[in-house]
């Protein structure tokens, strides 16, 4: 952004109904983050984490969370696609449609978040001049999601609970990767954050409590996916009729 667009953005955020995040809020957070142990995580799990920590470092850095987002999408997007499924077979009861219903729209309201993320990234990453090379930043994330998105359908096809607990995982550690960038780069503390999305995401002091309000995002993903774990498919006592399963 140009001093101009940074000077017009400041102004539309702080004249606007945007939500202020409190940096003692947000970095209490991160505290909270940080000192919490980290846990172990499923082998599935760590075979999602590998390529992104060889191809991206295991360093934080702006264009691996933006490849994070891009991956951090697809299991919402697939729930979305196995819960419209559902609907289509549940055509002769539709209180029980209505109930799938709500987790489509748990979806997409998660998925959305993650689209905000994304937008705030590119922002980010445009500011500063960053090179995204091709193959590496726009290919890669690519095939990742592809995988990571029919791993995620497969499994709640299967079992819901392990794609729950599979999201969970890569949230959590999205969660960390944040903070932790947060606490290695104190200057972010001294960059403003204007943008023209704060009217919808939210209207920050610094890039560093953007970056810690998007780790916060991570760890409410984390948390609906673990209350998720033992509720049964759809909120049904029985697993649904094996041609949902079938359905693609
Ligand atoms: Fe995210
Ligand atoms: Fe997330």
């Known amino acids: 952004m140009n001093r101009q667009a940074t000077e017009t953005a400041a102004v539309t955020c702080a004249a606007s109904e945007a939500t202020h995040w409190d940096t003692d809020y947000l970095k209490a957070e991160q505290e909270r983050t940080l000192a919490e142990e980290r846990p172990r995580y499923s082998l599935l799990a760590k075979l999602l984490f590998l390529p992104m920590d060889l191809l991206y470092g295991r360093k934080g850095d702006l264009?691996?969370?933006?490849?994070?987002?891009?991956?951090?999408?697809?299991?919402?997007?697939?729930?979305?696609?196995?819960?419209?499924?559902?609907?289509t077979h549940s055509h002769a009861a539709p209180r029980?449609?209505?109930?799938?219903?709500?987790?489509?729209?748990?979806?997409?309201?998660?998925?959305?978040?993650?689209?905000?993320?994304l937008f705030v990234l590119e922002e980010l990453i445009r500011e500063r001049g960053l090179k995204q090379g091709l193959l590496r930043y726009r290919l890669f994330p690519q095939i990742m999601a592809f995988g990571f998105y029919h791993l995620s359908w497969l499994l709640y096809a299967i079992k819901p609970k392990w794609?729950?607990?599979?999201?969970?995982?890569?949230?959590?550690h999205a969660e960390r990767e944040y903070m932790r960038f947060v606490a290695e780069n104190p200057e972010l503390d001294d960059e403003p954050h204007h943008s023209p999305f704060c009217g919808e995401y939210g209207h920050f002091d610094s890039v560093a409590d953007l970056l810690r309000r998007i780790a916060l995002d991570e760890r409410e993903h984390k948390e609906e996916s673990l209350a998720r774990l033992?509720?049964?498919?759809?909120?049904?006592?029985?697993?649904?009729?094996?041609?949902v399963v079938r359905m693609r």
């Not at 794609?163 to 959590?172: G, M, P, T, V």
Request: aromatic share 16%; charged share 30%.
């Open 63 to 87: 264009r691996k969370f933006h490849v994070l987002e891009v991956v951090a999408r697809v299991p919402y997007q697939a729930w979305e696609n196995v819960a419209y499924v559902a609907i």
């Open 230 to 243: 033992d509720a049964p498919r759809f909120g049904l006592e029985t697993s649904l009729p094996r041609r």
């Open 96 to 117: 029980f449609a209505r109930r799938i219903f709500d987790f489509v729209v748990e979806a997409r309201r998660q998925q959305d978040n993650e689209q905000w993320h």
């Open 163 to 172: 794609s729950y607990k599979l999201n969970a995982e890569f949230e959590d």
